[in-house]
């Protein structure tokens, strides 16, 4: 770095006030290697804290020589949110190794009209990066694997990227499944692609749903002659644990409710303290009770009841809204409770597992249908009407 | 075929043409927002239109969508995107840019806490004024903060790191 500028860095960071904020946009480009090539970009910095400040343009890295930006020092008034700056890139007829080569601006901002000097002091900058990419001599292929949850299926996505300097022909991945006790639970063979040199392509394979869970995906994945692997953790996210059952044996109103909790795990892994939490409110929704279970272990498909507790002495006979929520790997399950108290017990109605409390939806019929049904409708009618006429006509 | 006949087919085809025009119309989306560049990692779509599911891809031919309901929004990584709705609908790109930004708050003489005020990862890293050597580096991840103490003139560069 220059000289004259780390002078500028030194002399401004005298004025420098509690809080300085600084952004920048993008924080990265990344473009294709192309000997001789002449591109302009542009970046945004951004006075976050719509401040006065000054923002000093660096220009560093491997390829600092290939950039020209006119502005060098750049005044922000507290009433300016952004300002856009233009650079051009003229790239070298060669760059080198295949790969990644970079170059970064910098945008270190600097306070101004503040004093309260003070002998150490620091700045606040951010960089947006140039990244250049060489393409690999011959075929190479980078591949990303997605996992995406959809309705009754679950889908793979191999995002594979030709960073070669030849066709790769046939690019083709199988993938296997594998829960957490390392029993495979599915085989998925992706669809199979051509991928021309600096393109990328989506390999797409599915299987039924995977149960909520946590999951080691290992993808194997050849492309004409070669082949790699790879591996990736993944979760299915769902209700970890559910709430079965809620339920009070031998009670008698004063004394202290036992309520039976019925959890079951949904999770395909055993899960470690969880706890359950019983709350009840009275008719105008204050909070009457607030206890909670003793923690507990509870293994996957596993079915266990816990007990919370409610001290009903000066609880009176009537309908008492409640939840419980099981607490649990930093997630929540939330159950609403409706509770009649009377004199000998306590009947309890989970809503949303009752039939009382919740009714399906129908499921709609979406517009696409309507619009088949009434084209085919359509059709019809105007074979009726062809058929009508041609019979008249005889 | 007479013309009588030939009269009614024509018939026929205009209004079956325009019956059929206003069910596509009708059944027709036009996606609105997002459109063009934003730094918001949580988006919201808008529309004209009777469908209720929107299809993301980071490929134009939607070989790898993933589909939301209208009424959630997605949470993005940086990247471009294409989205249309279900149904018939028109296709729109948006470019989902990244932002590095960080605070610097001054808790002591020699001490500060940065924050990522930014929609990415980033790297930290600490560099001496007097010759930009780094002393320091670590990992701020989305909406994170840390503490850290500096002996001389010092600045905290931010870069993405995802």
Redesign the interface.
């Known amino acids: 770095m220059n000289k004259k500028l780390i002078t500028w860095i030194l002399a401004l960071l005298l004025l420098v006030p509690t809080v300085l904020s600084v952004g920048i946009t993008p924080g990265r480009t990344t473009i294709d290697f192309v000997p001789n090539d002449h591109r302009e970009f542009s970046f945004r910095v951004i006075n976050n804290e719509y401040k006065d400040i000054n923002v000093l343009l660096l220009i560093e890295g491997e390829l600092k020589d290939s950039i020209t930006l006119e502005e060098k020092v750049v005044k922000f008034t507290s009433q300016e949110y952004s300002k856009s700056f233009a650079f051009e890139v003229d790239l070298p007829e060669d760059i080198g190794e295949p790969g990644i080569h970079e170059a970064r601006i910098i945008a270190v901002a600097l306070p101004e009209g503040e004093e309260g000097l003070t002998s150490v002091q620091a700045a606040a900058a951010v960089a947006t990066q140039l990244r250049v990419k060489v393409p690999y001599p011959g075929k190479y292929l980078e591949a990303r694997l997605e996992v995406v949850s959809q309705d009754d299926k679950t889908l793979f996505f191999v995002a594979a990227s030709n960073l070669g300097t030849e066709t790769i022909n046939r690019a083709k991945a199988t993938i296997e499944v594998f829960d957490p006790d390392n029993q495979k639970v599915a085989t998925i063979e992706t669809t199979e692609r051509s991928i021309e040199s600096k393109q990328r392509v989506d390999l797409v394979g599915s299987t039924q749903a995977l149960k909520p869970g946590a999951y080691r995906a290992v993808m194997h994945l050849t492309y004409d002659e070669y082949s790699l692997t790879q591996e990736k953790r993944f979760e299915i996210e769902g209700i970890l644990l559910d709430v079965l059952e809620v339920f009070v044996k031998d009670f008698k109103l004063g004394e202290i409710a036992k309520f039976n909790i019925l959890v079951e795990s949904k999770w395909n892994e055993l899960i470690k303290n969880a706890y359950a939490q019983l709350i009840m409110k009275n008719n105008e929704g204050d909070i009457i009770a607030d206890t909670k279970s003793a923690s507990f272990d509870i293994s996957p498909s596993e079915r266990k009841t816990v007990f919370a507790y409610w001290d009903t002495e000066d609880v009176e006979e009537g309908a008492y809204d409640g939840k419980v929520i099981l607490h649990y790997e930093d997630r929540t399950t939330e159950k609403t409770l409706r509770t009649y108290v009377n004199l000998e017990g306590i009947d309890i109605e989970i809503i949303g597992v009752t039939a009382a409390a919740v009714k399906l939806r129908p499921r709609a019929i979406d517009t696409q249908t309507i619009l088949t049904l009434l084209v085919i409708i359509l059709i019809l009618i105007n074979i009726g009407w062809f058929v009508y006429f041609k019979r008249r006509q005889r | ?2 013309k ?2 030939l009269k ?2 024509k018939k ?1 085809l205009i209004l ?1 043409l325009i ?2 025009t206003l ?1 596509v119309v ?2 027709f989306n036009i996606p609105l927002s997002p459109s063009g560049a934003t ?1 918001n990692r949580t988006i919201l779509f808008e529309w004209i239109g ?3 599911r929107v299809l993301i891809d ?2 134009p031919s939607f ?2 969508p ?2 939301i309901s209208g009424k959630e929004t997605a949470s993005l990584p ?1 990247g471009e995107y294409y989205w249309r709705t ?2 018939f609908s028109a296709k729109k790109r948006f470019i989902l ?10 808790l002591s ?2 001490s ?1 806490n ?1 924050e990522n ?2 929609n ?1 990862n980033a790297l930290l890293e600490t ?1 001496r ?4 050597g780094i002393t320091g580096a670590a990992a701020l991840n989305l909406g994170e903060g840390l503490n850290s103490t ?11 790191n995802e």
């Not at chain 2, 004024?129 to 930009?132: L, S, V």
């Open positions: 075929m007479n009588a006949v009614q087919l026929q079956t019956v059929l069910l009708l059944n730094t009777l469908a209720n980071d490929n070989s790898s993933i589909m940086p279900t149904g840019d990244s932002e590095v930004a960080i605070s610097l708050k001054k003489n020699h500060y940065i005020k930014g990415v560099l004024n007097k010759d930009w500096i002996t001389e003139q010092s600045t905290f560069l931010a870069s993405q």
